[in-house]
């Protein structure tokens, strides 16, 4: 399962590099090359993880040893042993061969590209446009969030007269009690968690993503104004032994002595990122806390990085400490015997369903994209539903394909979510609310609008009498996530959604994974067993229709698609000889 690496390991110290002798890592931690080369190479020890974020295991892989890249590094092992830092350091050389007779063109033609603000995708530099998102070159999306127009430069704000709203309504707020408020949680400090080295292209999970939710607040008055902020401290140590093992911190505090360090490829970490994450658990825990107590009527974690996947050993899918995890330990401390945890993020949690999976006194629900098991991270199927006297504690409702909108979501939320929850009757409700299942979300690819956000969020707020607490996890276009958090805000704040999705129809295959749940489900709360047998009759047969539609169009597809060129050629000759073959003893017969 594990790939050793033996790297001549550079801290940054102050303004000089030097090397780490007897620097000892934890396991699944990469960390970049760097400084002067008028050193001499001392080999360290470090594990690397050979489980890449969303690679599947390969057991049985070569060693792959490491020199210094000063002095020419040399590599042995496959592509698919090597992680990203040594793959850029050979240039993307992966072969053995000599390739000296190799005349590459001397005269490289660059073009110039930009990097879209919103989506982080390239494009050209002759387009004004985004060809993914349509955003402008120029927008500013960073200075007024999704009110910001995304046709136009950076000044221009689509709606002004909600500015002036959200202003005018901020202004009443400030007479109204302290535990009537909506807290927020901020610090600017989370924006300094970021990539060292740009790849291809700029990294999904970055400082942008709460630089446009926070532009989208100030905007329209919310933040600051009608909500209130709490001060920003560090969690302790002790706080995370209650969700996570040694291994998870040190590995996590370790990077803060590195300039540039990976827990898996896609997992990056600097030497701000440790402080980062204890900020954002810290302001988790301590928004729980205020909430349950009444200090605060509800309230939303504006934090990063990220938490869900980050489990009790390790940190990965851009998540190092599980703020959800840590937000309702924190509510039990102060008092609260059950918690529900609501992940709507378009990935499953994988690391809060193993924190809890058996332990009833938190309830962790997750809606997400599965596919079977082939979208990261994998895991999530409807068969997961806890262990080891944890039961029916872990309902997972696995999406089977993507594109899914707020139809299946609603649909889920009503027959599934809202009937498990009201018979848990948690005391203290957590939304992981990732908002990369949101329209235009280059991630997720899924097709949930800011209305159902409001309406799930609605929904919600019926449960442990309002005691909320959203968390913000995933979300990687910024008009989507910024717009998206804006319409849950203002739900906390006590607003009516823009509009209420009644009577919804579910799509065919959202249909039957809720049918497969409930079916699952029904064994743990048997409040489910007749909603099962309603939904069954109204639309079983629907359902089971659609599958013998699908079956008989597969033998529609043409023959010579399924055979092959030479097979089609072969099958048809073949059948002809069979043919003229009847014919002459038919005419023999006769004769």
Known sequence: MWSCAYLSVRVYEGCNWFIADDFVFNEGMIVLEGGHTDHKSVSSTMQVNGLGNGVSEN???????????????????????MTLE???????????EDDSDWDPLENHIAVPTWFCVNCTLVNLDGAIYCHICGEHKESGILRHGFLASSLHEADSVTNKSLERNGKSEASCSQSMAPHKLTAVGFDERMLLH??????????????????AIAASLATAGIFPGRCRSIPAREITREELLKVHSDENINSVQLSSQCVASYFTPDTYANKD?????????????????????????????????????AGVKHAMGFCLHNNAAVAASAAQAAGAKKVLILDWDVHHGNGTQEIYEQNKTVLYVSL????????????????????????GYCVNV?????????????????????????????????????????????????????????QMTKMLTSLSKGKLLVILEGGYNLRSISSSATAVIKVLLGEKPESMLENVVPSK???????????????FWPILGPIFSDLQSRWGSYAIQEIKKKNKRRFVVPLWWKLGRKKFLHHTLSEQLRLNARKRIKSSLWL
Not at 61 to 78: F, H, I, L, N, P
Not at 86 to 96: H, I, L, R
Not at 273 to 286: E, I, V
Not at 287 to 309: D, E, M, Q, T, W
Request: glycine share 12%.
């Open 509 to 523: 295959s959202g249909l039957r994974t809720v049918l497969d749940v409930l079916e699952i489900q029904n064994n």
């Open 368 to 391: 997400h994209r599965h596919e079977g098991g082939n979208f990261y991270p994998g895991t999530g199927a409807a068969h997961e539903f806890g262990s080891m006297g944890g039961e």
């Open 194 to 211: 970021s990539e060292v080295e740009m790849k291809s292209h700029p990294h999904p999970e970055r400082p942008d993503r709460l630089r």
């Open 398 to 454: 696995p999406w089977s394909r993507g594109g899914v909108g707020d139809n299946d979501y609603i649909f889920a939320f009503e027959h599934i979510v809202l009937p498990i929850a009201r018979e848990f009757a948690p005391d203290f409700t957590i939304i992981s609310a990732g908002f990369d299942a949101a329209r235009g979300d280059p991630l997720g690819c899924c097709d949930v609008t800011p209305v159902g956000y409001a």
């Open 273 to 309: 990122s440790a402080l980062a994450a204890r900020l954002a658990a810290g302001l988790c825990a301590d928004l729980a806390s205020a909430i349950y107590s009444g200090r605060a009527k509800n309230g939303f974690a504006l934090v990063r990085p990220p938490g869900h996947h």
């Open 86 to 96: 040594e793959m850029y350091a050979k240039d993307g050389d992966f072969d053995d």
């Open 59 to 81: 057991n049985g892989r070569d060693q792959v040893v490491v020199t210094d890249v000063t002095a020419g590094k040399k590599y042995s092992g496959t592509h698919e042993d």
